[in-house]
């Protein structure tokens, strides 16, 4: 190309199409924190209390769940909110 087109010339520096965040953006925040207290209860809480499924064999008879079934459970409602927070605290409002 010649100095005296008029063609769009894209410079890979340049970002035209979004905003950049600035650092405040960036913090970590009430939103990482968030994550991390969820993180604690998925990781060290939960396991826990599974360690004390078969004391509470009542009272997991009492939800309608069986000792197998607790098993499967307890561990899938964590892992499900540790899914939609990761989404949560990773997105910009």
């Known amino acids: 190309m010649s100095d005296d087109d008029d063609g769009y010339v894209h410079t890979p520096g ?6 950049k965040p600035t ?17 604690f209860v998925s990781l060290i809480v939960v396991p826990g209390m ?10 997991t008879k009492s939800l309608g769940l069986g000792y197998r079934d607790a098993f ?5 409602i964590p892992a499900l909110g540790l899914g939609v927070l ?8």
């Open 23 to 39: 650092d405040r953006d960036r913090e970590f925040g009430l939103r990482g924190w968030i994550l991390v207290g969820w993180l």
């Open 14 to 19: 340049e970002d035209n199409h979004g905003v």
């Open 86 to 93: 990761g989404v949560w605290a990773t997105t910009r409002p």
């Open 72 to 76: 499967l459970v307890l561990p899938l």
């Open 50 to 59: 599974l360690l004390y499924i078969p004391e509470a064999g009542n009272f």
